[in-house]
């Protein structure tokens, strides 16, 4: 952020904010994120793959319990837990039990839906520009 200012403070005289000062407020203004800390408790979430998958396959079969999930996705069992516990944790999924199996499902079938959508157009488009995402 110093770089930033330092070269907005350097460009004043073109500027036509009163001051650098202001011109870095505005700056940092149009920047914000409405509900940022959902965004980026959103983000979070789908930027594991494998909680992305997870969420992909409850979205079109639920509920289902652990060891199912991990057969689907064919990772271990412990990691499964794992990421169910964290989508649990951030209101993504519900767990209720049933006998000796806790089965999972999807809180918001329309929320997840669309962050899945939005995840995959995303990926579209940046494969659509050939360009390398690292």
């Not at 500027?15 to 870095?24: D, N």
């Not at 806790?102 to 940046?126: A, C, G, M, Q, T």
Request: hydrophobic residues 35%.
């Amino acid at each position: 952020m110093k770089r930033i200012e330092a070269a907005i403070a350097s460009k004043v005289e073109s500027c036509t904010c009163e001051s650098a000062s202001e011109h870095v407020k505005k700056i940092r203004e149009m920047s914000k994120v409405e509900k940022s800390e959902q965004v980026e408790l959103v983000l979070k979430q789908v930027s594991d793959l494998n909680r992305f998958r997870l969420l992909k396959l409850l979205m079109k079969t639920s509920p289902l319990c652990v060891c199912e999930i991990s057969t689907a996705l064919q990772i271990d069992q412990t990691l499964t837990s794992h990421h169910l516990s964290s989508l649990k944790n951030r209101g993504l999924i519900s767990a209720r039990r049933q006998g000796k199996w806790v089965h999972y499902e999807l809180v918001d079938k329309n929320l997840v839906e669309h962050v899945i959508k939005s995840v995959e157009n995303l990926s579209e488009l940046v494969s659509l520009t050939g360009r390398k995402v690292e």
